[in-house]
């Protein structure tokens, strides 16, 4: 089951002359192993021939052969400072047809020349493109990369939709089969097509010749390969979030410009791209000094983020474009604190002694967990932050929500203020699983008062309201609760399918069959009956 908010951690394998070569400084294993370790990632081994290490979901930079080196060459002191990319303007064009925007409606591109495409650089790249999928890109939803060879295209180029009978030839076959045909027999359209699901119309790239580059985000075609001889490289970059895939493409170019690739600009309708100017971000030296426990002056901070491929020019870090990890000054302290060394941090014993027990609170949630996976049902744990639009509008009703003041994106503007849209957006990604789908999640919700819930979701064909109220009934009956249960109403619910739960008259749940609407509104055509039950409330009214 894909469930949203769980990212594991990517593991590359890169080769290590081609890393040293990179780095521009000959290592032994010990120092690689020891310098590694510390730049913030978790080294596996090092072998005569290859490194294997673990990227950090924070740190999509990273996942390249160019990238990994890039950094580490900053860390060791090679090449400190702040890499700058120069973008040549071009007369590329890529035209984005209104019919994507309800499909895939985000895309953007570029072009690298020159590329001297090793068998270390294809590896590389090759590489590159499959982690940030199935970890930046949350396998290919948010952002699915293409790579083709520019000069089998013909500019302009256009971003649409075609119906399923319209043919092509994908990568690994040798004959034009339908985009239906794709989604059925081809093992990446068998392994993806449920990002598709529901849509009668699928995104396709087409050039000026009308050939197909690729139908994003399932594959490319046969007619624009790249290959061994292949010198000049056109990405593009299609997902459902804007800032992700501009961040993808900006990773992608600079790690192609790592190996002497030319960047080449694509006006994409009233914007170009890539833009890779640093970023920058105000920093307050006591706040870092106070976070770090140290005593930094300004030169010391400006030698510390050069370390980390950054520059310091009072108040401000400035960062390069491919760091998507960097959102606030606490990052910057992070990065500061991998280049001044954890090992030169002093260990210090607190002036207070005191015996540490478990949360009481916390023995409650967890007896709740075992319960609720006694019953069958399989944990699931999504992110605070969310959408207004998930929190309200699909839900059929209006919540207030606590707003960001400077959320990066819009699909994580607010914080949620219940548990149940998160989970309905864990099931409509999972659509392709078999039923029943059983779920629920302990977590924080924010009213604004910051309160625990717990929320239980079932989808099955024959779901009911009686079948949501046994799992219920059976969870208090196990906690020794006496509560009554009264009809109520709620947009979210089918009116007369929809009640509220009391204990010693305190409101503390809501349970029923979620209305047809919201499941259409989360594209669900299975009928699903929830619960969400307020546990702060209910360990209080134990205590």
């Given at each position: ?33 020891d ?6 990632t ?6 005569k ?5 673990e ?66 650089a ?10 940030l ?51 059925e027999i ?22 000026a010749?009308n ?6 985000p ?15 490289l ?10 992700t895939i501009?961040q ?13 690739g ?5 006006k994409i ?24 426990g ?52 002093k ?8 015996i540490?027990?478990?949360?009481t ?45 400077n959320a ?5 503007n ?7 849209p ?5 099931l ?28 239980v ?21 196990e ?14 619910f ?14 503390v749940?809501?349970l ?18 929830a ?13």
């Open positions: 089951m894909h469930v949203a908010a769980q990212i594991k951690m990517p593991t590359i394998t890169l080769n290590k002359q081609d890393v040293l070569k990179q780095i521009g400084k000959s290592l032994s294993d010990e120092k690689l192993k310098r590694i370790s510390r730049l913030g978790d080294l596996e081994e090092v072998t021939g290859e490194i294997t290490v990227i950090f979901p924070n740190r999509p930079d990273l996942l390249s052969s160019e990238g990994f080196s890039r950094a580490l060459a900053s860390f060791i002191g090679t090449k400190k400072g702040l890499r700058t990319y120069s973008v040549k303007a071009s007369d590329y064009i890529a035209k984005i047809d209104k019919k994507t925007s309800k499909v895939r409606p985000f895309a953007v591109a570029a072009v690298v020349k020159d590329v001297n495409l090793t068998d270390e294809i590896e590389s790249l090759m590489q590159v493109q499959e982690k999928h199935s970890t930046h890109g949350r396998n290919r939803k948010k952002a699915s990369i293409g790579v083709y060879d520019l000069d089998k295209i013909k500019f302009p180029i256009t971003y649409t939709t075609k119906p399923q009978s319209f043919k092509f030839t994908p990568l690994e076959t040798n004959k034009p089969i339908t985009l239906k045909q794709i989604l081809h093992p990446k359209g068998k392994d993806h097509a449920y990002l598709l699901d529901n849509f009668k119309e699928y995104p396709i790239w087409i050039d010749n050939q197909v580059l690729s139908m994003p399932i594959i490319n075609s046969e007619e624009t390969r790249v290959t061994e001889k292949t010198k000049n056109f990405i593009d970059v299609t997902g459902t979030d804007k800032n501009e993808a493409l900006n990773i992608i170019v600079t790690s192609l410009a790592e190996r002497n030319k960047i080449y600009s694509v309708e009233k914007e170009t791209f890539p833009n890779l100017k640093p970023k920058k971000i105000k920093i307050n030296r006591d706040y870092i000094n106070k976070i770090l140290l005593k930094l002056i300004d030169s010391q901070i400006k030698t510390l983020v050069s370390k980390m491929g950054m520059d310091y020019k009072k108040p401000n870090v400035f960062y390069p474009a491919y760091r998507a990890d960097i959102l606030t000054q606490i990052d910057i302290a992070e990065d500061i604190a991998i280049a001044y060394g954890y090992e030169n941090f260990e210090e014993l607190p002036n207070v002694s005191t540490a027990q478990e949360d609170f916390e023995i409650f949630k967890n007896k709740v967990a075992d319960i609720l996976v006694g019953f069958g049902l399989l944990e699931t744990n999504t992110y605070n932050l969310t959408n207004k639009k998930s929190q309200s509008k699909l839900m059929n009703t209006e919540i207030n929500c606590v707003e960001l003041e990066l994106n819009q699909d994580y607010v914080m949620r203020a219940w548990l149940t998160s989970l309905l957006k864990v409509s990604e999972n659509k392709h699983r078999e039923l029943p789908q059983k779920i629920f999640e302990i977590g924080d919700v924010f009213t604004p008062e910051e309160k625990s819930r717990v929320c979701l079932i989808a099955d064909s024959k779901v009911d309201y009686t079948y949501v109220r046994q799992i219920l009934d059976s969870l208090l009956s906690l020794n609760l006496k509560y009554t249960i009264k009809e109520t109403e709620h947009p979210s089918i009116p007369g399918r929809v009640a509220r739960l009391s204990v010693k008259d305190k409101e749940a809501y029923g069959e979620l209305h047809p609407k919201v499941l259409t509104n989360f594209e669900l055509e299975t009928p699903v009956a619960f969400e039950l307020n546990l702060s409330d209910l360990y209080n009214i134990l205590s």
